[in-house]
């Protein structure tokens, strides 16, 4: 993927939450509009659409109210769960309905959706600096591949980031290139 031109090392950049809310409210929306569902669609799509909710509250409960960085629940398996969830719903809607228009639609959803998470990435990389990053490298973004987030390791990131000054330090702020995507939520 291409970088980004809007990530400038040291500066926030917006997350892009509009369109990424048009994009899946139309993907799922064309889903419903488009398709017509049967008793087997149900059955094939009923895991995504519960595994995939149950991980979007999960990561929504996991973050709290956002003023330290999420190390526990979800985000101890992957930095970015609340997005993963939501495209395993949008999958689960799409295999239900059978709706083509809305698989098209899936594709510029999940581009949007990774870029979002890169720039989440880039935007915690300067609020929580080195804490972030070394999260970064021993947590995937999306797909657990990796054995989760130990509570040592945890409480060891966490230590990092309570001892670093607000908005950052480190290794992020004085980068000379934005971090690499990887939204870890803030945690309560």
């Known amino acids: 993927m291409r970088e980004d031109p809007e990530a400038v090392p040291g500066v926030p950049v917006g997350e892009m939450p509009t369109a990424w809310a048009l994009l899946v409210v139309g993907c799922a929306g064309g889903a419903?509009?488009?398709g017509e569902f049967s008793?087997?669609?149900l059955r094939a799509a009923a895991p995504f659409l519960l595994?995939?909710?149950l991980l979007a509250l999960a990561a929504v409960r996991a973050v709290g109210r956002g003023a330290r960085l999420a190390l526990r629940g979800p985000y101890r398996w992957v930095r970015h769960p609340y997005f993963l969830g939501v495209t395993l719903m949008l999958v689960g809607a799409i295999v239900a309905m059978r709706s083509l228009p809305a698989l098209v639609l899936l594709i510029p959803t999940l581009r949007v959706t990774v870029v979002r998470a890169a720039r989440e990435e880039h935007n915690l990389a300067l609020r929580?600096?080195?804490a972030y990053l070394a999260y970064r490298e021993r947590v995937p973004a999306f797909l657990p591949l990796r054995p989760p987030l130990t509570a040592g390791a945890a409480?060891?990131?966490a230590a990092m980031a309570s001892a670093a000054p607000e908005g950052g330090a480190g290794a992020a702020s004085g980068a000379a290139e934005p971090p690499s995507p990887n939204p870890?939520?803030?945690?309560e």
Request: net charge negative; proline share 5%.
């Open 32 to 34: 419903l509009l488009t």
């Open 39 to 41: 008793r087997a669609t």
């Open 51 to 53: 595994v995939g909710g």
């Open 128 to 130: 929580f600096g080195d």
């Open 155 to 157: 409480a060891e990131i």
């Open 184 to 187: 870890a939520a803030p945690e």
